[in-house]
Nanobody
Framework: QVQLVESGGGLVQAGGSLSVSCAASRGSLSSYAMGWFRQAPGKEREFVTAIAWNGGTTYYADSVKGRFTISRDNAKNTVYLQMNSLTSEDTAVYYC???????????????WGRGTQVTVSS
């Protein structure tokens, strides 16, 4: 059983940067692929990025490629999402999730955090 807690969301101006984190308050992340997903009001949950258990492989949605960076520190039981050049389109609740396989499909992720709000003002 893994319990995930996101932190670091907030309000940022368009063009700015923000970093969010996902820590395991229970269990270990080290054997899991980790993903970040987001959901804006009235929209479906969408894949943002994911990273393999050892950090060796990463996937990004086209909409964030070149602007967002996912990383992890298994010793700290934490996954990070660095977001740069933010736009109003990035406004959403951001969720981290853990999966036994590195995939983009949210349905394959077993454990989820409660999310952190990211709001980009234009």
């Amino acid at each position: 059983q893994v319990q995930l807690v996101e932190s670091g969301g907030g309000l940022v101006q368009a063009g700015g940067s923000l970093s969010v984190s996902c820590a395991a308050s229970r269990g270990s992340l080290s054997s899991y692929a980790m993903g970040w997903f987001r959901q804006a009001p009235g929209k479906e949950r969408e894949f943002v990025t994911a990273i393999a258990w050892n950090g060796g492989t990463t996937y990004y949605a086209d909409s964030v490629k070149g602007r967002f960076t996912i990383s992890r520190d298994n010793a700290k039981n934490t996954v990070y999402l660095q977001m740069n050049s933010l736009t109003s389109e990035d406004t959403a609740v951001y969720y981290c999730a853990a999966s036994r396989v590195l995939v983009r499909n949210w349905a394959s992720y077993t454990y989820w955090g409660r999310g952190t709000q990211v709001t980009v003002s234009s």
